[in-house]
């Protein structure tokens, strides 16, 4: 085996979130768990990754915020430059209502508001851009955040997983219930209007409108977690958390 295939396969420890930009795949590393040695790669298929930023203690989801990106980091965000991969505080604990107990999924507006999913206390919060706590919903077990205009959309971390639809963070409303996911965690949205669904505890990829039944388009994975979608190449890039690796699949 090459070097670099060696390297490869043995650079990620716990891979968690996927994200895409124009011209870029980050991915995070929880590296050990309860550990400050949480990394975020720059990923391309079958070459080397990159280390991209250090200093971060459990890295889960991320979301695009201006010229950075902001990570949930277990009961905070933080925010990491694109150009230069410095991390700095971007919201912390003190910050929210409440202590944060699970911060796991991010997502944000072209404008500024930024959501976090906080899964163990059952709260989404909007956040502006300075990192300021808007407003929050109540949702059981919240994961996998996507967010359209005013439309919030959560996957929660249940058995079976459930997909809400909140508008302007009102009450939120039960979409579907899945059947062919547990342990909803990766969330995101094709062109078509499909919904991407990851299934962590049963190992599943799901397709999904509410005009269309489920689609398993993968199965048998291994922890499959916060996936992103890359629309350019028609594909899905899968961090398989326990599994130490990523993985992509073709989009149908």
């Given at each position: 085996m090459s070097l670099a295939g060696f390297f490869l396969l043995w650079a990620f420890v716990h891979p968690e979130s996927a994200l895409v930009l124009d011209n870029q795949v980050l991915i995070s590393d929880i590296g050990a768990f309860q550990k400050a040695d949480g990394v975020i790669w720059q990923w391309q298929e079958e070459k080397e990754p990159r280390v991209f930023a250090r200093g971060l203690r459990d890295p889960k989801g991320m979301a695009a915020l201006r010229d950075g990106v902001v990570v949930a980091d277990v009961d905070r965000l933080q925010w990491v430059s694109l150009q230069e991969g410095t991390v700095r505080l971007f919201a912390g604990p003190r910050a929210?209502?409440?202590?944060?107990?699970f911060l796991n999924d991010v997502a944000a507006t072209p404008d500024g508001r930024v959501y976090v999913s906080d899964?163990?206390?059952?709260?989404?919060?909007?956040?502006?851009?300075?990192?300021?706590?808007?407003?929050?919903?109540?949702v059981?077990?919240?994961?996998?955040?996507?967010?359209?205009g005013d439309t919030l959309y959560v996957i929660t971390f249940t058995t079976p997983a459930r997909l809400y639809r909140s508008v302007d963070m009102q009450d939120p409303q039960?979409?579907?219930?899945?059947r062919f996911v547990a342990g909803g965690?990766?969330?995101?949205?094709?062109k078509n209007g499909d919904f991407v669904v990851s299934g962590y505890r049963s190992g599943t990829i799901v397709l999904w409108a509410p005009?269309?039944?489920?689609?398993?388009?993968?199965?048998?994975?291994?922890?499959?977690a916060d996936l992103g979608v890359d629309t350019l190449h028609r594909r899905l890039i899968v961090p398989l958390l326990e599994a130490g690796k990523v993985i992509t699949r073709t989009l149908p």
């Open positions: 929210f209502p409440e202590p944060p107990q899964t163990q206390a059952g709260r989404v919060y909007e956040l502006d851009a300075e990192g300021k706590v808007l407003r929050w919903i109540s059981p077990h919240p994961n996998g955040l996507w967010v359209e039960l979409l579907h219930e899945f965690d990766g969330l995101g949205r094709c005009e269309r039944e489920e689609r398993v388009i993968a199965e048998d994975l291994r922890t499959p």
